[in-house]
C-alpha cells in the first residue's frame, strides 16, 4: 500500500499561520512593502524563494522551518489536548483566576475611547456648518 504525500503548499501554509497569528493580508503586505494582491498571490503559490519565505516568517514571528513544517492536523490536535481547569464540569462554577485583566475597566476604556471619537466628529460636524454658513451668507 502507498500513501500519497501531501504537496508542500507554502503559500496556502504561509496564510494558515498568518491566520493564526490574528494578522490580516493588508497588514503582511504593508510589512513586505507589496499589495494585498501581492500576498495573495503568494498564498496561491506552492513554491516560493527563499529570501521571501524568510521574511515573512520574521513577520509572522515564526521560522522559516516553522512554516515549511506546519501542518494543521497537529495544531488542531494540539490545541485539542489542552484541559481548560477554570471551569470545573462537576458543580458548574466558572473561575476567572486565569482573567488577565478586569472587564469593567475594559468596558470602561471602550467607552472613554468612544467618548474622544464622538466629540472629534461632533467637531468636525460643526467645522463643517460653520464652513457652509460662511459661503452661503457671501
Known sequence: MTT?????HIGRKISRVRE??????ETLA???GISQQAVSSMENKEHIERGLLEQVATILGVTPEAIENFDEEKVI???NTFNDQSFSHSNGTFSATNCTFNPLDKLVEAYEENKKLYERLLESEKEKNVYLEKLLGK
Open 77 to 79: 490536535n494540539y490545541f
Open 20 to 25: 493564526l497569528r490574528g494578522m490580516k493580508q
Open 4 to 8: 500519497a504525500k501531501k504537496p508542500n
Open 30 to 32: 504593508t510589512e513586505l
